[in-house]
């Protein structure tokens, strides 16, 4: 898949040792930096280099991070951000890819929601904050309904577009045949459909993560976002970058699970995915 | 039908959901405190707030453009350079996995501590926000050429420099083109996003303080031009990149 040049064909086993070699550091070169760079970082710190207050060590941070666990703040702030985030994320897909087939399917709906959709997916939605604020109040049903709103665009387009580009002849022989529309949906169009649709579920989730720590920063209410804010409030660095760590441990697992997760359901299909 | 009529038939749905806005809250269904109606708001933009938001507005403009003018150029040498050279890809490729799947919010409160609540502290957060969506599709557009063009350039005896230029950055463009369309959606998020926890002006900042003051139809307003400028920044681009796609095969 890298681009390199093409082998010399009288230095072929050279060249099969140097691309044994070149693949190996490939996949040891990035932990290899990682830890040079917090080893530098470590280092930095500890001959105060970069103030402690800018930069804590990396030590610092992590015996941070087992204070947290050890009192149980970390459990709680990580278990109610997922929970906003999770339910949020839930909500937008299942009323997302019900929305999405209807359109896909009914005309007149196609006519209503065409416009509305697709002025509505560019707009930055976290702008409406605000106004979530506003009507829900201050609690779980506004940060919910905000990572809602941000996500559900996303999933509706992209299950339109699924159950749309699904094959006609498809469709079409599975009605000759009989099948009842119930059958056509469940056993045509959905999985035909599914490997777009989760790719559209792929790409809203890390938007309910980002919606969902903006509202605990702004509202409270516990949280990662919530603790961060406090943190660099009262100036905790240590706290702040813990925090960092956390909320980027969080992204990637999910993200991984995700990935795992259409593995797991979409295995029959061809490989592919978010990256595409 | 006729453009025009296409055109009004698209429009349609949107103008009842004005007009249900304006009856909604006209009629008192809704109490104008939690909902004032869309004529109230499109005032604001001729009464005495205009000048106020259309300068904040501006002012968080000018710093989303500065951050994405920093942002495509690193973004794209970043990606291509990382798809191209071995060590390049050793010590930047780790960075960008650990950078990638972090939401790029929680980064707001270390730019306030590191670089303060005004400028620098948002448009490098922009800034990095933007970067990474940028880096990620350079380096994909770069590593899915067909290894024959690369052959056929170098075989004709072109310099690296010259693949570089002449076909590398061609053939990854369109994937490029969506890695910076990703990039604005994200950067109208985190200018909006950072001037809402913190910030001392700028719209996101002008809508907190009007919501806490209770001026609602200001508030609307500042929410519906901001959404507009994500709308109309994102058409634009868009249009843009068809044209510079135009001519072109697939």
């Known amino acids: 898949m890298t681009l390199r040049k093409a082998p010399a064909a009288s230095s072929a086993g050279s060249a099969v040792q140097s691309e044994i070699w070149r693949r190996r550091v490939d996949f040891w070169g990035p932990f290899v930096t990682i830890a040079i760079l917090l080893a530098i970082w470590e280092a930095a710190s500890q001959m105060r280099l970069v103030t402690p207050f800018?930069?804590?060590?990396?030590?610092t941070v992590l015996a941070r991070i087992a204070t947290d666990f050890a009192s149980g703040k970390l459990l709680i702030d990580v278990g109610m951000t997922l929970y906003r985030t999770l339910a949020g994320f839930g909500i937008a897909a299942i009323c997302g890819v019900i929305l999405g087939l209807l359109i896909a399917r009914v005309a007149g709906l196609r006519w209503f929601f065409d416009p509305v959709v697709s002025a509505g997916l560019p707009i930055p939605k976290i702008a409406l904050m605000p106004v979530f604020m506003l009507w829900f109040g201050l609690f779980d049903a506004s940060?919910?309904?905000?990572?809602?709103?941000?996500?559900?665009?996303?999933?509706?387009?992209?299950?339109?577009?699924?159950?749309?580009?699904?094959?006609?002849?498809?469709?079409?022989?599975?009605?000759?045949?009989?099948?009842?529309?119930?059958?056509?949906?469940?056993?045509?169009?959905?999985?035909?459909?599914?490997?777009?649709?989760?790719?559209?579920?792929?790409?809203?989730?890390?938007?309910?993560?980002?919606?969902?720590?903006?509202?605990?920063?702004?509202?409270?209410?516990?949280?990662?976002?919530?603790?961060?804010?406090?943190n660099a409030r009262y100036v905790d660095s240590p706290g702040l970058?813990?925090?960092?760590?956390?909320?980027?441990?969080?992204?990637?697992?999910?993200?991984?699970?995700?990935?795992?997760?259409?593995?797991?359901?979409l295995g029959w299909q061809a490989a592919g995915g978010a990256s595409e | 039908m006729s453009a025009a009529a296409s055109l009004f038939s698209r429009a349609a749905p949107l103008l009842i959901l004005a007009a249900l806005w304006e009856f909604v809250a006209r009629a008192g269904i809704v109490s104008p405190g939690a909902l004032p109606a869309l004529s109230s708001v499109l005032a604001v933009f001729a009464g005495e707030f205009s000048r106020e938001l259309f300068y904040h507005t501006w002012l968080s403009l000018v710093r989303g453009a500065i951050a994405m003018a920093f942002a495509i150029p690193f973004g794209i040498a970043a990606g291509i350079l990382i798809a191209w050279y071995l060590p390049v890809r050793v010590?930047?490729?780790?960075?960008?996995?650990?950078?990638?799947?972090?939401?790029?919010?929680?980064?707001?409160?270390?730019?306030?501590?590191?670089?303060?609540?005004?400028?620098?502290?948002?448009?490098?957060?922009?800034?990095?926000?933007?970067?990474?969506?940028?880096?990620?599709?350079?380096?994909?557009?770069?590593?899915s050429?067909?290894?024959?063009?690369?052959?056929?350039?170098?075989?004709?005896?072109?310099?690296?420099?010259?693949?570089?230029?002449?076909?590398?950055?061609?053939?990854?463009?369109?994937?490029?083109?969506?890695?910076?369309?990703?990039?604005?959606?994200?950067?109208?998020?985190?200018?909006?996003?950072?001037?809402?926890?913190?910030?001392?002006?700028?719209?996101?900042?002008?809508?907190?303080?009007?919501?806490?003051?209770?001026?609602?139809?200001?508030?609307?307003?500042?929410?519906?031009?901001?959404?507009?400028?994500?709308?109309?920044?994102?058409?634009?681009?868009?249009?843009?990149?068809?044209?510079?796609?135009?001519?072109?095969?697939?």
């Not at chain 1, 800018?54 to 030590?59: G, T, Y």
């Not at chain 1, 790409?203 to 980002?210: E, G, R």
């Not at chain 2, 490098?124 to 940028?134: C, N």
């Not at chain 2, 053939?171 to 950067?187: F, K, S």
């Open chain 1, 54 to 59: 800018l930069l804590p060590a990396v030590s």
């Open chain 1, 143 to 230: 940060k919910i309904a905000m990572v809602v709103f941000s996500a559900i665009f996303q999933i509706i387009i992209a299950t339109w577009w699924a159950a749309h580009s699904v094959e006609k002849e498809l469709v079409w022989s599975a009605r000759s045949l009989g099948a009842s529309e119930r059958q056509i949906l469940f056993e045509v169009t959905l999985p035909a459909a599914a490997p777009q649709i989760f790719t559209g579920l792929q790409v809203a989730f890390p938007l309910c993560l980002i919606v969902t720590l903006v509202t605990e920063m702004l509202m409270g209410g516990e949280g990662i976002g919530d603790t961060m804010l406090q």
């Open chain 2, 91 to 143: 010590v930047l490729n780790p960075l960008l996995q650990c950078l990638y799947p972090m939401p790029k919010v929680a980064l707001i409160p270390l730019t306030i501590i590191w670089l303060g609540i005004g400028n620098l502290s948002k448009i490098s957060l922009i800034f990095v926000g933007a970067l990474v969506p940028i880096v990620m599709s350079a380096y994909q557009g770069a590593r």
């Open chain 2, 145 to 250: 050429i067909e290894q024959t063009l690369l052959w056929t350039a170098r075989s004709l005896g072109a310099r690296e420099s010259e693949v570089l230029r002449e076909v590398l950055l061609p053939a990854a463009l369109p994937e490029i083109l969506n890695g910076v369309r990703t990039a604005l959606a994200l950067a109208f998020i985190l200018i909006v996003a950072g001037e809402f926890v913190i910030a001392n002006n700028g719209v996101g900042n002008l809508i907190n303080l009007w919501g806490q003051a209770g001026q609602y139809p200001a508030m609307f307003a500042g929410v519906l031009l901001i959404s507009a400028a994500g709308f109309a920044v994102d058409r634009a681009f868009v249009a843009l990149s068809s044209r510079m796609l135009a001519g072109r095969q697939s």
């Open chain 1, 241 to 265: 970058f813990a925090g960092i760590f956390i909320i980027g441990a969080v992204g990637y697992i999910c993200i991984a699970l995700l990935e795992w997760l259409r593995r797991r359901l």
